[in-house]
């Protein structure tokens, strides 16, 4: 079984890639994420002639959430209980149940900076996934996404670069350790190419070329699904080219 997921940063002007992507790397279940479109306006026709089912969760503006799979689409929920806003909740998580295995994509906002209100709802907004992951039956659970947190400064090309901002910080880190204490594995993708498992580069000139990123797109697995880890990766090349995304996918197989 393989599962990918990818902040495609807009599904519409991103889907020739989004197409060709699939069909070259023949993932069983995508966690997409940044989709910015409407729930009805996915582009449900042209991924099904793929083989996928979509379940989507967007509003047609910045953020949104979609899982698309070929092993089944069961249990479809979007956001869960208790999901802080700002103000009003947005669309940033949906979970389903694929081949036995529950899902969820997530968009963890992003935080801004440390002295703007997005900030502590980016930290409210992990503490109330936290409360909802616990609240997971299935003993296989992924928790796939862009979490806009780099765990480590192992995680970003230069932690002095980062000093006082979002991404990095205790409080940010300490979310993420939360979520480990569950029980979670964080799958540790395997760079394509070069040193760093990189996920994110910024689209200002050089940045990717020069490996100039962040691991920030992750896949927080049970015990029971980290066994049967068999590989991961970023998919790096699907950064290249015109008009990319400015996240690579993440793919892990599964035994």
């Known amino acids: 079984m393989r599962i990918a997921t990818w902040n495609v940063n807009s599904v519409k002007a991103r889907l020739p890639r989004l197409l060709g992507w699939l069909a070259d790397t023949t993932p ?46 069961d249990d479809v929920r979007a956001g869960f209980d208790d999901e802080p806003g700002f103000p009003l909740p947005e669309t940033r998580a949906i979970s389903a149940t694929c081949a036995g295995v529950r899902i969820w994509s997530v968009y963890v906002p992003n935080g801004r900076s440390l002295d703007s209100t997005h900030y502590p709802y980016k930290l409210a907004w992990l503490a109330r996934l936290r409360d909802a992951l616990a609240a997971e039956s ?40 939360e979520l480990l204490a569950l029980g979670l594995v964080d799958v540790v993708p395997k760079p394509m ?43 790096r090349d699907a950064r290249k080219g015109p008009g990319p995304s400015d996240h690579a996918p993440v793919v892990v197989d599964l035994d």
């Open 28 to 73: 069983d279940v995508v966690c997409l994420q940044e989709i910015k479109c409407a729930a009805a306006a996915f582009p449900s026709a042209e991924v099904g002639e793929l083989g996928y089912a979509v379940a989507a969760h967007g509003d047609g503006r910045w953020n949104g959430v979609a899982v698309l799979s070929r092993v089944g689409l």
């Open 138 to 177: 299935a003993p296989e659970l992924l928790v796939c996404g862009d979490f806009n947190v780099a765990p480590t400064d192992a995680d970003v090309w230069d932690p002095a670069v980062f000093a006082g901002s979002t991404h990095v910080t205790l409080d940010e880190r300490a979310a993420l350790a």
């Open 193 to 235: 190419k070069g040193p760093h498992p990189y996920t994110y580069w910024d689209y200002r000139a050089g940045m990717f070329p020069k490996n100039m990123g962040m691991r920030i797109d992750l896949v927080y697995a049970s015990a029971a699904v980290d066994r049967r880890v068999r590989a991961a990766y970023v998919d």
